[in-house]
């Protein structure tokens, strides 16, 4: 419609790149007959008003920005966090005591340490102690007690010597022949370990060599045919090595006057917001309004800080709503929110992972007390798409961990089709939960869901037992005929749809692609044989759609000419809604279309679409979720090449 229209282009307006057009936006968004002053108010305008499906990957920069606004108008925001600074401060020396207890572990103390200086000085600075000021300071209160004791082994090392020092591990080369020399072993019997060297002998040769003199083991040294190899060596200045030197030191200046540059550059682009030192002590009176600004700044730049501010502001705000509000209103709220974060993934199609995060962030932090629910296909749906497995996996268990449960689900959601009863709520839960485990390959905990938590027949594990071990063509042939033999009173509607989506699975491992787009079609209609009817229901969109499209590109390379493929594309372009969700999920597959059809110039806009999808994703995917990246990193080598033939073919240079 055209207020939606509006609403858009409105949104995107927080966005321009003109700092005047963002300010006017802003100004105009964050009205009081937009935005209200109040906390809780302006959180539920902010997810119902500010939220469009065309900026969501924006979504968390702009909306951070009108929570924090709101701090602004708070009388502490220009307050310093510490009354007076360090330099009006008294500072006193604090005296560390001696403490019994370090004697007794002495045990625990290394063998060896290179700190021989510290070790002889401790020592020196322990004999010498008054005895009395010792139990003066011991007796103090309060104050910090030393741990810190002299190392209770003995040197191994002459401390006399020069290898007393500490070794030098910049310069490993120059001190070796005096830290390991033989001759500077510490041979004293009255000073050597009483764990390890009781009753070391030095070697017969070891002694004469450190008896020799320096000038008899120079002469020797040198007279050693070894020692005369090192002539062999010796290089000749021409003029050859003269001008491979000045071009080395030519080189050296301007990868110098390089990096100068490039530092005095990205010193120019920091926007310094305030400095934290004052002469030689730190200035601690730091205004609030000095962290939020840069905050508010970052978050505009990095997703991952977006997102993690967004749901520290969203949990805050929601926590804190029994302060504010009666019972009856905190239960309206509530449900207010939670209607209108189930509305967004509902409607969402580009399922921006930052964003995903930041809902299953913000549904995992709520207490008991004000958890809300969230649908459980649309959680499944929106973190398997978003590859963020793990949040939806926490979200779902966390919610079958709630003792309300959660709304009555019996009603038509987004994945529910129209001829088929709606599972009860616990049962939903496990069979989307179900989802989630198998799209990581946890076939183990799959095996339990569907044994324990939901009734199912024998025949099921022994298919997922032969999925577990890569066996899909065994896998196959029993989900084909539990399908064929299974009768409406003995199996449950949720185990004949893990048969149908199992049996798809397999049968796109194996390659079997003609049979793969038959059983696609018969289960959208066993009449209809038109691809436009996936449109007619989420569930064929978020279940079907993935491998019909695979399946018709695959068997147009095969070479099998599809019209009504064609015919697809074409409509499916013609509908605005349609062409996002080609374009934003499938244009890996667009591409190789193209490519089919000799189209190179749409083959290569759909390339760098696919790249710019690619890195979009990849930022977003969690650290500790390496199935997620190794399933992306799958389809990189594809998108390379394809990326590098599409360059090729598109040069008209090549051709010459």
Same mark, same amino acid.
Request: proline share 3%; aromatic share 10%.
């Given at each position: 419609?055209?207020?939606?229209?509006?609403?858009?282009?409105?949104?995107?307006?927080?966005?321009?790149?003109?700092?005047?057009?963002?300010?006017?936006?802003?100004?105009?968004?964050?009205?009081?007959?937009?935005? &209200?002053?109040?906390?809780?108010?302006?959180?539920?305008?902010?997810?119902?008003?500010?939220? $469009?499906?065309?900026?969501?990957?924006?979504?968390?920069?702009?909306? =951070?920005?009108?929570?924090?606004?709101?701090?602004?108008?708070? !009388?502490?925001? @220009?307050?310093? *966090?510490?009354?007076?600074?360090?330099?009006?401060?008294?500072?006193? +020396? #604090?005296?560390?005591?001696?403490?019994? /207890?370090?004697?007794?572990?002495?045990?625990?103390?290394?063998?060896?340490?290179?700190?021989?200086? $510290?070790? *002889?000085?401790?020592?020196?600075?322990?004999?010498?102690?008054?005895?009395?000021?010792?139990?003066?300071?011991?007796?103090?209160?309060?104050?910090?007690?030393?741990?810190?004791?002299?190392?209770?082994?003995?040197?191994?090392?002459? &401390?006399?010597?020069?290898?007393?020092?500490?070794?030098?591990?910049?310069? !490993?080369?120059?001190?070796?022949?005096?830290?390991?020399?033989?001759?500077?072993?510490?041979?004293?019997?009255?000073?050597?370990?009483?764990?390890?060297?009781?009753?070391?002998?030095?070697?017969?040769?070891?002694?004469?060599?450190?008896? +020799?003199?320096?000038?008899?083991?120079?002469?020797?040294?040198?007279?050693?045919?070894?020692?005369?190899?090192?002539?062999?060596?010796?290089?000749? /200045?021409?003029?050859?090595?003269?001008?491979? %030197?000045?071009?080395?030191?030519?080189?050296?200046?301007?990868?110098?006057?390089?990096?100068?540059?490039?530092?005095?550059?990205?010193?120019?682009?920091?926007?310094? /917001?305030?400095?934290?030192?004052?002469?030689?002590? !730190?200035?601690?009176?730091?205004?609030?309004?000095?962290?939020?600004?840069?905050? %508010?700044?970052?978050?505009?730049?990095?997703?991952?800080?977006?997102?993690?501010?967004?749901?520290?502001?969203?949990? $805050?705000?929601?926590?804190?709503?029994?302060?504010?509000?009666?019972?009856?209103?905190?239960?309206?709220?509530?449900?207010?929110?939670?209607?209108?974060?189930?509305?967004?993934?509902?409607?969402?199609?580009?399922?921006?992972?930052?964003?995903?995060?930041?809902?299953?962030?913000?549904?995992?932090?709520?207490?008991?007390?004000?958890?809300?629910?969230?649908?459980?296909?649309?959680?499944?749906?929106?973190?398997?798409?978003?590859?963020?497995?793990?949040?939806?996996?926490?979200?779902?268990?966390? %919610?079958?961990?709630?003792?309300?449960?959660?709304?009555?689900?019996?009603?038509? =959601?987004?994945?529910?089709?129209?001829?088929?009863?709606?599972?009860?709520?616990?049962?939903?839960?496990?069979?989307?939960?179900?989802?989630?485990?198998?799209?990581?390959?946890?076939?183990?905990?799959?095996?339990?869901?569907?044994?324990?938590?939901?009734?199912?027949?024998?025949?099921?594990?022994?298919?997922?037992?032969?999925?577990?071990?890569?066996?899909?063509?065994?896998?196959?042939?029993?989900?084909?005929?539990?399908?064929? $033999?299974?009768?409406?009173?003995?199996?449950?509607?949720?185990?004949?749809?893990?048969?149908?989506?199992?049996?798809?699975?397999?049968?796109?491992?194996?390659?079997?692609?003609?049979?793969?787009?038959?059983?696609?079609?018969?289960? *959208?209609?066993?009449?209809?044989?038109?691809?436009?009817?996936?449109?007619?229901?989420?569930?064929?969109?978020?279940?079907?759609?993935?491998?019909?499209?695979?399946?018709?590109?695959?068997?147009?390379?095969?070479?099998?000419?599809?019209?009504?493929?064609? #015919?697809?594309?074409?409509?499916?372009?013609?509908?605005?809604?349609?062409? =996002?969700?080609?374009?934003?999920?499938?244009?890996?597959? @667009?591409?190789?279309?193209?490519?089919?059809?000799?189209?190179?110039?749409?083959?290569?806009? /759909?390339?760098?679409?696919?790249?710019?999808?690619?890195?979009?994703?990849?930022?977003?995917?969690?650290?500790?979720?390496?199935?997620?990246?190794?399933?992306?990193? %799958?389809?990189?080598?594809?998108?390379?090449? *394809?990326?590098?033939?599409?360059?090729?073919?598109?040069?008209?240079?090549?051709?010459?």
């Amino acid at each position: 419609s055209a207020r939606d229209r509006a609403k858009s282009f409105l949104l995107r307006g927080l966005l321009d790149s003109s700092e005047s057009n963002r300010l006017k936006v802003f100004a105009f968004w964050n009205d009081e007959s937009h935005l &209200p002053s109040e906390a809780v108010q302006r959180l539920i305008q902010i997810l119902s008003l500010l939220y $469009s499906e065309a900026t969501e990957e924006q979504f968390l920069s702009y909306s =951070t920005n009108f929570f924090l606004e709101l701090a602004s108008r708070s !009388p502490d925001y @220009l307050l310093e *966090m510490f009354n007076h600074p360090l330099a009006e401060c008294k500072f006193q +020396t #604090q005296k560390l005591l001696d403490y019994s /207890y370090s004697h007794r572990q002495s045990g625990f103390l290394p063998l060896f340490a290179n700190t021989l200086p $510290s070790l *002889m000085a401790s020592q020196s600075q322990g004999h010498t102690q008054d005895p009395q000021a010792m139990e003066t300071e011991s007796s103090g209160a309060g104050e910090l007690k030393s741990t810190i004791q002299p190392i209770a082994f003995t040197a191994t090392i002459d &401390p006399n010597s020069q290898s007393g020092h500490k070794y030098n591990w910049l310069a !490993p080369t120059l001190q070796s022949q005096t830290l390991f020399n033989p001759g500077t072993l510490y041979t004293d019997q009255s000073q050597e370990s009483s764990l390890l060297f009781t009753g070391f002998k030095v070697p017969r040769r070891m002694k004469q060599l450190g008896a +020799t003199s320096s000038a008899s083991l120079s002469d020797h040294t040198a007279s050693h045919p070894v020692m005369q190899l090192k002539r062999r060596f010796v290089k000749g /200045y021409d003029a050859t090595t003269v001008f491979f %030197q000045k071009q080395g030191i030519r080189k050296r200046k301007l990868r110098e006057d390089y990096l100068k540059f490039q530092k005095a550059s990205r010193g120019n682009k920091v926007v310094m /917001y305030r400095q934290y030192r004052t002469g030689d002590l !730190p200035d601690i009176q730091i205004k609030h309004s000095e962290l939020i600004r840069p905050l %508010q700044a970052l978050a505009q730049r990095d997703d991952k800080v977006a997102r993690l501010l967004f749901a520290t502001l969203f949990t $805050s705000i929601f926590s804190d709503l029994n302060k504010y509000l009666t019972g009856h209103e905190v239960d309206l709220t509530k449900t207010e929110v939670q209607q209108t974060i189930n509305g967004i993934l509902k409607i969402t199609q580009r399922y921006s992972p930052p964003f995903i995060a930041a809902i299953m962030d913000i549904s995992l932090k709520q207490d008991s007390s004000l958890h809300f629910y969230l649908e459980p296909t649309l959680v499944s749906t929106s973190c398997l798409v978003s590859c963020q497995q793990l949040a939806g996996i926490m979200v779902l268990e966390n %919610q079958l961990l709630q003792s309300g449960g959660g709304p009555d689900t019996s009603s038509r =959601t987004k994945r529910a089709r129209g001829a088929m009863q709606a599972p009860n709520e616990e049962t939903a839960v496990w069979i989307e939960l179900g989802r989630l485990y198998r799209s990581i390959e946890d076939f183990d905990t799959l095996r339990g869901i569907f044994g324990s938590q939901i009734g199912t027949q024998e025949v099921t594990k022994r298919a997922i037992e032969a999925e577990e071990s890569n066996d899909h063509l065994s896998a196959y042939k029993i989900y084909k005929s539990a399908l064929e $033999s299974a009768e409406e009173g003995n199996t449950t509607q949720e185990e004949q749809d893990l048969w149908e989506q199992s049996l798809m699975i397999c049968l796109e491992n194996l390659g079997k692609w003609k049979e793969l787009e038959c059983n696609i079609l018969s289960s *959208m209609s066993e009449t209809d044989t038109d691809l436009m009817q996936v449109w007619r229901d989420d569930y064929y969109v978020e279940r079907h759609l993935p491998r019909l499209i695979r399946t018709k590109v695959k068997l147009l390379i095969a070479g099998r000419e599809d019209a009504s493929f064609d #015919q697809f594309i074409h409509s499916s372009f013609q509908n605005d809604l349609y062409r =996002t969700i080609l374009e934003t999920h499938y244009s890996d597959q @667009l591409a190789l279309y193209y490519l089919v059809k000799n189209n190179i110039d749409r083959a290569k806009h /759909y390339v760098q679409h696919t790249v710019e999808n690619f890195t979009r994703v990849w930022s977003g995917l969690p650290d500790l979720q390496p199935y997620s990246k190794a399933s992306k990193l %799958q389809g990189l080598q594809m998108l390379v090449e *394809m990326s590098e033939f599409v360059n090729f073919i598109s040069d008209r240079e090549n051709y010459l």
